[in-house]
């Protein structure tokens, strides 16, 4: 993924960015105090990897021939993530095929997905895919005989994926039965169901960024309760590898162990406790680059949540390598039990950072 961001940088024209708050921040901020971002102190927060499987499938990120892009058999709660451009010169189609290795049919409950029509417009993609899955609207189901094959999503044989354009698609299920998953890509007019049985492995990118990772979620909750009078701002570093570790994991093609460095796919549920009759200021600071991305809001864990785009009212931020640039992400009373619901957005730059601000 780090590629491509790369990629759309190079072509970004630079602005003029302040060390304060954005005027599209500043402008939807109750508190318009100002924020030294080069000066906020660092919030300590406790980790759990939990939940179940995550098929990562990132490598080769630019695909060249037909072939099998990752493959690997899970069973119960899993996610699978993809994220491909077609490099040749030719149409092609990338899709997701499930093999029930098992004696007994199975009906595979999709509990959430999300995928972005294919485009040169790497940023639009790892963007509208996530409003999509943070909206929380798809559901499915899949039935798979026994020793039998069928489409994770039948949706995704009918999309064609043009020459240099990038695919994004992420699919929550659940399998009471051991299921091999394998990503393909192949000619448009080849049935998938056929062509697996003959396609070999494609051999990882320099960015070796695929593999099968245990605990698809992390929990992340403060150590303390955040006291905005006396702790000030503050700010959560999410995916840089130091302060938020990667996820390590094997590439079931190969045996090898593997690193997601950027956690990509991996949801984030993230709890501040914070004490106090007021109300808190949050945001979101990329400090990678260029950045377009969502998360979600819930004001307590049991509540619906709301789907925020980041950046808010603009395309991206984060330009020339920017990380001086902020989103609002909202104000809220200190009684309410934040979960904030984050992942990494493909085609983006990380780390990127959660800014808690107390209102004046």
């Known amino acids: 993924m780090r590629n491509l ?3 759309v940088a190079a072509f970004i024209f630079v602005t003029f960015l302040s060390l304060t708050l954005t005027s599209e921040a500043a402008s939807k901020s109750v508190s318009k105090s100002q924020i030294n971002l080069m000066d906020i102190p660092e919030w300590k927060v406790m980790t759990a990897d939990v ?5 990562f499938s990132d490598s080769p990120e630019i695909v060249e021939e037909d072939g099998i892009l990752y493959s690997d058999t899970v069973q119960g709660k899993t996610r699978l993530l993809y994220y491909h451009l077609n490099g040749t010169k030719l149409p092609k189609k990338i899709v997701a095929v499930l093999e029930n290795t098992s004696d007994q049919d199975v009906d595979i409950t999709i509990s959430n997905y999300a995928f972005g029509e294919p485009s040169k417009d790497y940023l639009y993609v790892g963007k509208s ?6 909206k929380n609207t798809n559901i499915g189901f899949a039935h798979v005989p026994a020793h039998g094959k069928r489409l994770l999503s039948t949706k995704l044989d009918k999309i064609v994926v043009d020459p240099e354009k990038l695919v994004y698609g992420v699919f929550d299920f659940n399998a009471t039965v051991p299921l091999k998953v394998t990503m ?3 000619p448009v007019n080849e049935n998938p169901l056929l062509f697996v049985d003959r396609a070999k492995i494609l051999p990882a990118d320099k960015s070796r960024l695929r593999g099968t990772f245990t605990g698809m979620d992390r929990i992340m909750k403060s150590e303390k309760v ?8 503050v700010a959560i570093t999410l995916a840089d590898g130091k302060f938020d570790r990667y996820r390590t994991g094997i590439d079931a093609t190969d045996g090898s162990i593997v690193e997601n460095y950027g956690n ?13 009759l007021g109300k808190t200021n949050y945001y979101l600071n990329p400090r990678g680059g260029v950045y377009a991305g969502a998360l979600n809001i819930k004001k307590d864990q049991h509540a619906q949540g709301e789907m925020i785009e980041t950046p808010l ?6 330009q020339d390598n920017s990380i001086t640039d902020l989103t609002y992400l909202g104000q809220y009373d200190n009684f309410n039990q934040l979960v904030i619901e984050f992942s990494p957005p493909g085609a983006s730059n990380l780390p990127a950072r959660l800014i808690l601000q107390p209102q004046n």
């Open 5 to 7: 961001s790369k990629l």
């Open 51 to 55: 939940g179940g499987t995550l098929l």
């Open 129 to 134: 895919t996530q409003e999509q899955y943070f």
């Open 184 to 186: 393909l890509m192949l």
């Open 226 to 233: 955040y006291d905005g009078k006396k702790d000030g701002t």
């Open 264 to 276: 990509y796919g991996i949801l984030y549920k993230i709890n501040i406790p914070v004490k106090g």
């Open 313 to 318: 009212n603009k395309a991206f931020f984060g």
